[in-house]
Every structure is written in C-alpha cells, then in structure tokens.
Nanobody, 124 residues
Framework: QVQLVESGGGLVQAGGSLRLSCLAS????????MGWFRQAPGKEREFVAT????????YYADSVKGRFTISRDNAKNMVYLQMDSLKPEDTAVYYC?????????????????WGQGTQVTVSS
C-alpha cells in the first residue's frame, strides 16, 4: 500500500518562504514521477509542479514558475517543494501525489496516490 505523508506547511508572511516535504512508501519510489497540487477553499484542485522519476525533468504551473522549485531524493524516498516569494494567493492545502508513470505530468488523472495534504497560509 502506497503512503504519502506531507509536512512543512504553516503560516508565513507574504514574501516569505516555506519548504514542503513528502515521504513516500509502499513501492519503488524511483520508478514514478511525483507532483504537487493545491486546493484553495471553494476552488478546484490545481497543478503546481511535477518532477520525472529520475529527477531530470520538471514542469511548473505559470502561477508559480520562478518562485517554486520541486526536487526529489530517490535514496530517501522524498520529494520537496521549495516555495519562495510567497503571495496570499498561494494560500491552499498542498497535496503530494505519485504518478502511475515515470514522466512528469500536469494531468491530475495520471496520479493514482495522494497524501492527506498540508495547509499553507500566506498573510498579507
């Protein structure tokens, strides 16, 4: 059984930084792309960033490009999301997800395992 456990969320002022972490277990981590999604109150869950299984390819939503960085450590079964220059509109529950394949993708349907989410709140 795959489990994804996020950590690192919290309250931060606009312009600040947070680093989210996600620990995966249950199957060979290095075979699968990982992604981060977020969901604000009253809104659909949206794509944030993805990284391929080996870590060589990344892709970001336009809204976070240049401010967020996704990375992974396959030896530790970890994926990270470094969030800099945070804005109030980044406030959401952030979810870690594991894809069914190795290439990174923004397509939500490609992800078959999800974490429980971690709250990020950015105050103005």
């Amino acid at each position: 059984q795959v489990q994804l456990v996020e950590s690192g969320g919290g309250l931060v002022q606009a312009g600040g930084s947070l680093r989210l972490s996600c620990l995966a277990s249950g199957r060979t981590f290095s075979r699968y792309a990982m992604g981060w999604f977020r969901q604000a109150p009253g809104k659909e869950r949206e794509f944030v960033a993805t990284i391929s299984s080996g870590g060589s390819n990344t892709y970001y939503a336009d809204s976070v490009k240049g401010r967020f960085t996704i990375s992974r450590d396959n030896a530790k079964n970890m994926v990270y999301l470094q969030m800099d220059s945070l804005k109030p509109e980044d406030t959401a529950v952030y979810y870690c997800a594991q894809s069914s394949g190795s290439p990174g993708t923004y397509f939500r349907g490609a992800y078959n395992y999800w974490g429980q989410g971690t709250q990020v709140t950015v105050s103005s």
